[in-house]
């Protein structure tokens, strides 16, 4: 029964979003221009893209959808006139998952649905909202990656795997970005910025991003909890390739997937170091980024790495 509540919720709370999302749209409060539906995008985590090692921060998905006023290559100057629904979910697993050794992490399932805002203040883009993360057996991921790793023929999670794994739970959590953009020439852009989050996962992030190429110029993009790549949520005409290169480190207070009443400690620091690639053709366009990952619990041996894939076909 606590599984289909946590289900109700999510849904209740997704319908929520996308309820203030659509009747935004009836608003009428910038010059006479009300809000309409811009664009969407998802991508896709896995250390299958990456190491190959099926452990730790092992898969996720993210998605958002955006409505605002009509485009004009930055977002708006007000909070709340840009409007980005956000759902998704990951599953952080152990080394094994048949018999984890006793220091190793649990298990966790989550998923997620929450509203944001971008807006900006002079040359910074800000993105500020809150998400509700529920976690536990109730999300039923332990079963959906059981069922995958049937398919491929891989033991999936044991019963103690699953008796070990984070509770069920309910978590808001809040979350705020700020960024600016600063152009290298014709072709090379920095991005510094800096991040704070409470809730699932208590931090502060700073960090950078590299793109030499022209891809998002003119674009919303997101930036996705996970690996830390920036999706293209809002986009123009492209074609072509890009490189990004980032880097970002993070002071981590509390984690609800590293429990200290289990023994867990926190690393001092958690870094992230990534590569991408966009390349946009006739047939659509592909994105590939790869993140190393740095140990997040001091009984941790070493780091990740991991993949990040999002294709645009066209037909």
């Given at each position: 029964?606590?599984?289909?509540?946590?289900?109700?919720?999510?849904?209740?709370?997704?319908?929520?979003?996308?309820?203030?999302?659509v009747?935004?749209?009836?608003?009428?409060?910038d010059?006479?221009?009300?809000?309409?539906?811009?664009?969407?995008?998802?991508?896709t985590?896995?250390?299958?893209?990456?190491?190959?090692?099926?452990?730790?921060?092992?898969?996720?998905?993210?998605?958002?959808?955006?409505w605002?006023?009509?485009?004009?290559?930055?977002?708006?100057?007000?909070?709340?006139?840009?409007?980005?629904?956000?759902?998704?979910?990951?599953?952080?697993s152990?080394?094994?998952?048949?018999?984890?050794?006793?220091?190793?992490?649990?298990?966790?399932?989550?998923l997620?649905?929450?509203?944001?805002?971008?807006?900006?203040?002079?040359?910074?883009?800000f993105?500020?909202?809150?998400?509700?993360?529920?976690?536990?057996?109730?999300?039923?991921?332990?079963?959906?990656?059981?069922?995958?790793?049937?398919?491929?023929?891989?033991?999936?999670?044991?019963?103690?795997?699953?008796?070990?794994?984070?509770?069920?739970?309910?978590?808001?959590?809040l979350?705020?970005?700020?960024?600016?953009?600063?152009?290298?020439?014709?072709?090379?852009?920095?991005?510094?910025?800096?991040?704070?989050?409470?809730?699932?996962?208590?931090?502060?992030?700073?960090?950078?991003?590299?793109?030499?190429?022209?891809?998002?110029?003119?674009?919303?993009?997101?930036?996705?909890?996970?690996?830390?790549?920036?999706?293209?949520?809002?986009?123009?005409?492209?074609?072509?390739?890009?490189?990004?290169?980032?880097?970002?480190?993070a002071?981590?207070?509390?984690?609800?997937?590293?429990?200290r009443?289990?023994?867990?400690?926190?690393?001092?620091?958690?870094?992230?170091?990534?590569?991408?690639?966009?390349?946009?053709?006739?047939?659509?366009?592909?994105?590939?980024?790869?993140?190393?990952?740095?140990?997040?619990?001091?009984?941790?041996?070493?780091?990740?790495?991991?993949?990040?894939?999002?294709?645009?076909?066209?037909?």
């Amino acid at each position: 029964m606590t599984r289909y509540l946590a289900v109700l919720a999510l849904g209740l709370s997704a319908l929520f979003c996308t309820a203030a999302a659509v009747a935004a749209a009836d608003a009428d409060d910038d010059g006479g221009v009300g809000r309409r539906f811009l664009g969407h995008a998802t991508l896709t985590t896995n250390d299958s893209f990456g190491d190959i090692k099926d452990r730790w921060r092992t898969g996720s998905v993210a998605a958002s959808l955006v409505w605002g006023p009509r485009w004009t290559g930055r977002a708006p100057l007000r909070f709340g006139r840009l409007i980005e629904l956000r759902l998704g979910g990951q599953i952080i697993s152990p080394t094994s998952l048949t018999t984890p050794a006793a220091a190793d992490r649990p298990y966790a399932g989550a998923l997620f649905a929450g509203l944001h805002s971008h807006f900006r203040r002079g040359a910074t883009d800000f993105a500020l909202g809150a998400n509700l993360v529920v976690t536990g057996p109730q999300t039923g991921l332990h079963d959906l990656q059981d069922a995958l790793h049937d398919l491929a023929g891989i033991a999936g999670p044991s019963p103690g795997v699953r008796a070990a794994q984070i509770g069920n739970g309910v978590h808001p959590t809040l979350v705020v970005e700020a960024g600016r953009d600063l152009p290298l020439g014709a072709a090379a852009t920095l991005r510094p910025f800096v991040e704070a989050r409470w809730g699932d996962e208590t931090l502060l992030r700073a960090g950078a991003d590299l793109t030499l190429g022209r891809v998002g110029r003119g674009e919303l993009l997101i930036r996705d909890a996970v690996g830390g790549h920036r999706y293209r949520a809002i986009r123009q005409p492209f074609s072509g390739s890009a490189l990004v290169l980032g880097a970002d480190v993070a002071h981590v207070h509390d984690s609800i997937y590293l429990p200290r009443d289990r023994g867990y400690a926190l690393t001092g620091a958690r870094a992230r170091l990534r590569l991408g690639l966009h390349h946009a053709g006739r047939r659509g366009s592909l994105f590939y980024g790869l993140t190393w990952l740095s140990e997040e619990f001091e009984a941790q041996p070493e780091g990740q790495l991991i993949g990040a894939i999002r294709l645009n076909l066209r037909f």
